[in-house]
Each structure stands twice: as structure tokens, then as C-alpha cells.
């Protein structure tokens, strides 16, 4: 399985921003994806996630309320919708996908949020 984020950019704080994460040699809809990032000089951190089966979600604390994760079946994507962002976002994003012990990471895309 081999994981290509995209979407990413600069932004002006308080906008928006939608993170795409495509696959290739598996269906990603058998996953549970995570969305992860890191920022200079910083551990990377979970920021959310979306369950294979049910789709059901998970935020970390500072995203909770202004980004939502998403699948789409049909396009065999997941989705990061970034709003309000702050510059405290700033940082490579990487999609993780999980199943049975087996995980695999993208090449991740850079997000920067400007002042």
C-alpha cells in the first residue's frame, strides 16, 4: 500500500484548507486512517481519525470544532478539512493507514499558516 498526500499550502490564518489522501495497491476503505503532523522540531502528534467499518471520528483537542475527517467510498479517499486555521497548524501533515498490525505512512504535504 502506498499513500500520496496532497492539498496542502499556505494559508492565511483563518481559512481553509482540505487535505486529500489517495492510495495505490490496496483499497484504502479496508483502513482505518489517521491523520498525523509535525512541526519543526516537534514530535509528530495524532490529529485525527476514521474508523474502516463505521466511519466514526476522532479529534485531538487543539482541532476538535475546526477540522473534520472524511472517506469517500466511491473515490476510495479520506479527507482532512482544515477551517479556522491558526499557525499553530503549521506543519507536515501525513496520512497512516492501520490494519492488523500493518501500518503505513505517505510522504506527507506541507501546511503553512501565515499571521
Known amino acids: 500500500l502506498q499513500l500520496v498526500e496532497s492539498g496542502g499550502g499556505l494559508v492565511q490564518a483563518g481559512g481553509s484548507l482540505r487535505l486529500t489522501c489517495t492510495a495505490s495497491g490496496a483499497p484504502l476503505d479496508r483502513y482505518a486512517i489517521a491523520w498525523f503532523r509535525q512541526a519543526p522540531g516537534q514530535k509528530r502528534e495524532g490529529v485525527s481519525c476514521?474508523?474502516?467499518?463505521?466511519?466514526?471520528?476522532s479529534y485531538a483537542d487543539s482541532v476538535k470544532g475546526r477540522f473534520t475527517v472524511s472517506r469517500d467510498v466511491a473515490k476510495d479517499t479520506v479527507y482532512l478539512q482544515m477551517n479556522s486555521v491558526e499557525p499553530e497548524d503549521t506543519a507536515v501533515y501525513y496520512c497512516?493507514?492501520?490494519?492488523?498490525?500493518?501500518?503505513?505512512w505517505g510522504q506527507g504535504t506541507q501546511v503553512t499558516v501565515s499571521s
Open positions: 476514521i474508523t474502516s467499518d463505521d466511519h466514526t471520528t
Open positions: 497512516n493507514a492501520l490494519l492488523l498490525g500493518s501500518n503505513y
